[in-house]
Nanobody
Framework: QVQMTESGGGDVQPGGSLRLSCIVS????????LGWFRQRPGRERGGVAC???????YYLDSVKGRFTISRNNAKRTLYLQINNLSPADTAMYYC?????????????????????WGQGTQVTVSS
């Protein structure tokens, strides 16, 4: 059974940092692109970072320089380091596994090619 389990969300003040983790079952991890997505209040889900199997990395423009996606193959864990958080980053964050090894051209648009999803972890930024 494919499982993707996020953790690491929480309530933080502006300027703070969080590291989100996503433990991925083997079937959904190996030779797949992995991504982080978020759904902000009142908005559709969108991509924030995508990591191909061969370590090409893509970010939503507005998070470049603050978000860092990475993975640990031995632990089958995907990470998202988020720095300098602002209230605009408040969202439910999801990890997901694509059906292939690349980040498709549509990954920013909610990840239509991503076939496995976690349950989400909430990040709330407020003072």
């Amino acid at each position: 059974q494919v499982q993707m389990t996020e953790s690491g969300g929480g309530d933080v003040q502006p300027g703070g940092s969080l590291r989100l983790s996503c433990i991925v079952s083997e079937e959904a991890f190996n030779r797949r692109a992995l991504g982080w997505f978020r759904q902000r209040p009142g908005r559709e889900r969108g991509g924030v970072a995508c990591l191909t199997w061969t370590w090409n990395i893509y970010y939503l423009d507005s998070v470049k320089g603050r978000f860092t996606i990475s993975r640990n193959n031995a632990k089958r864990t995907l990470y998202l380091q988020i720095n300098n958080l602002s209230p605009a980053d408040t969202a439910m964050y999801y990890c997901a596994a694509d059906r292939g090894a690349l980040c498709s051209a549509s990954w920013l648009d909610g990840g239509p090619t991503f076939e496995h999803w976690g349950q989400g972890t909430q990040v709330t930024v407020s003072s």
